[in-house]
């Protein structure tokens, strides 16, 4: 069982930046591929970006390759996504999520835990 916690979100200008973090529970962080997602309004939960279990392997969607940076720091049971360059489209809550399989994921359904949300909104 993993619990996770995002924060970080918050009102920002285009071309600004944020740093979202994600917390997790328990003693196994390492063992879980983490995955970044949004969801807009009137929208379906998409894809943002992976990170392999070691942090050595990250994939992201075209919509923010560039833009956005996935890590994570395993002493810390904490997944990180640093967000740049924001752009009224990236407006969206974004969900942290845990996938105990290994395997690196795009797909909001291989994903074994979530987190609550936090609420991302670029400004034009």
């Known amino acids: 069982q993993v619990q996770l916690v995002e924060s970080g979100g918050g009102l920002v200008q285009t071309g600004g930046s944020l740093r979202l973090s994600c917390a997790a529970s328990?003693?196994?962080?390492?063992?879980?591929?983490m995955g970044w997602f949004r969801q807009a309004p009137g929208k379906e939960r998409e894809f943002v970006a992976t990170?392999?279990?070691?942090?050595?392997?990250?994939y992201y969607a075209t919509s923010v390759k560039g833009r956005f940076t996935i890590s994570r720091d395993n002493t810390k049971n904490t997944a990180y996504l640093q967000m740049n360059s924001l752009k009224p489209e990236d407006t969206a809550v974004y969900y942290c999520?845990?996938?105990?399989?290994?395997?690196?994921?795009?797909?909001?359904?291989?994903?074994?835990?979530w987190g609550q949300g936090t609420q991302v909104t670029v400004s034009s």
């Open positions: 999520a845990a996938d105990g399989s290994g395997v690196v994921h795009t797909t909001p359904w291989n994903y074994d835990y």
């Open positions: 990170i392999a279990r070691s942090g050595g392997g990250t």
């Open positions: 328990g003693r196994t962080f390492s063992t879980y591929t």
